[in-house]
């Protein structure tokens, strides 16, 4: 069992290093960890926010586990040299176009979410983020209209293929749990909603059990603060997906809680939090390691096969958040050091 891990840049090696030592406090088999890096560090370091020999690394392994990337310096760097770019080369690379965005409210954490509690406690949701696409991966450019003035321009698109392929995720990810999936877009004013629906439509008859619905993007990042209840899987394209995913965070009480599992078509996948490097405390020990650490359960979970000790790491935060131990991102005063030698003791 390979698998990398790619800190990358400001809280993403602090956040990172309690993760790292969960998984080491499981004694697994044949486990080996190989370092690589990633974003405004590896740009430093060798004038690449994804060098060959990280990109290396990762296809060498089973599974990536990643921290976060970005760096306030490198936002004047021409866009293919940013931090971001380590982690969107990596997606685009792997072909990893799956995300998968888990969003529960644990048991005694109703009263961090910035929702009411009794709205708050229904939140048991998945976010299936569409991650090879749309705007992301489409022509961008600055250019100069003839009157003069400087236009930057996204293209936006998904093709029924792109499409297709996350629609089975997220009718299959749907007949594994609440059997209902909502498909969010903005299909009254975009084309590339249009197709995305249209499949989305044709796609459902694959799957008789699942009870598909439509929503409008504005509407969903509405219906999630009144009732995120009403949601049981949400799939999503590029851009809707990172937005929504970062609003339910909230919902459930903190960014610093939600994981992710990006997936592709084999057993390689890459698991990070969905937060970034938060620059604001980077360095200060104040980050929410629980993200993670979470992702690394996702990682046993969906790249090696070890349900058991996925579920164990996963008991174990909910069991430390149950005692009460917060960081400052939940009104707590515990850092990240701390929180992670809860989760040790409790595992
Ligand atoms: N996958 C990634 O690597 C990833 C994801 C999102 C943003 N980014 C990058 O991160 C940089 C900062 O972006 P941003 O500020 O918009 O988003 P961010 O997620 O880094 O931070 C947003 C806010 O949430 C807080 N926060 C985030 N994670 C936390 C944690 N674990 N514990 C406690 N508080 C936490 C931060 O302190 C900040 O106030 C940018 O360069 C951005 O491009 C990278
Ligand atoms: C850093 C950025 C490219 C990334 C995204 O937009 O996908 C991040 O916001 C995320 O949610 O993983
Ligand atoms: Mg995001």
Same mark, same amino acid.
């Given at each position: 069992m390979k698998i990398a891990v790619f800190a990358g840049d400001g809280i993403g090696p602090e956040v990172t290093r309690e993760a790292v030592r969960v998984l080491e406090a499981l004694d697994l088999p044949g486990l080996v960890l190989f370092e690589g890096d990633v974003g405004g560090i590896a740009y430093k370091r060798h004038g690449h926010p994804l060098p060959a020999e990280t990109l290396e690394i990762a296809r060498s392994c089973d599974a990536i586990l990643f921290g976060a990337v970005g760096d306030p310096d490198c936002d004047n760097l021409e866009r293919h040299l940013r931090p971001e770019q380590a982690i969107l080369g990596l997606r685009k690379e792997l072909g990893l176009f799956a995300n998968l965005r888990p969003a529960k409210v644990f048991a005694g =954490?109703?009263? *961090?979410? *910035? =929702?009411r509690p009794e709205v708050a406690s229904k939140i048991d949701l998945l976010i299936v983020r569409e991650l090879n696409g749309d705007v992301y991966f489409g022509e961008k450019g600055i250019r100069i209209l003839p009157d003069g003035r400087r236009q930057g321009w996204d293209m936006m698109s998904y093709a029924e293929d792109e499409v297709r392929r996350i629609a089975h995720v997220g009718f299959r990810a749907a007949m594994g749990r609440g059997k209902k999936l909502c498909s969010v877009d903005k299909a009254n004013v975009l084309e590339t909603s249009q197709v995305w629906r249209d499949v989305m439509i044709e796609v459902a008859k694959d799957y008789p059990e699942v009870e598909l619905s439509h929503m409008y993007v504005d509407n969903a990042a509405m219906q999630l603060v009144r009732n995120p209840g009403q949601f049981d899987v949400v799939v999503t394209g590029n851009l809707f997906g990172d937005i929504l995913s970062d609003q339910a965070s909230m919902c459930v009480g903190s960014i610093g809680l939600l994981a992710s599992a990006s997936l592709s078509d084999g057993k390689m996948g890459l698991y990070e939090p969905i937060h970034g490097s938060a620059p604001d405390i980077a360095g200060k020990g104040l980050a929410n390691p629980m993200a993670t650490i979470l992702s690394a359960a996702m990682l046993l979970r969906h790249s090696l096969g070890l349900e058991a000790q996925a579920a164990r790491i996963e008991a174990a935060v909910a069991k430390t958040l149950a005692d009460g131990i917060r960081g400052g991102d939940l009104g707590g005063s515990h850092g990240t050091a701390a929180i992670g030698d809860a989760v040790l003791e409790r595992l």
């Open positions: =954490l109703e009263d *961090a979410s *910035a =929702l």
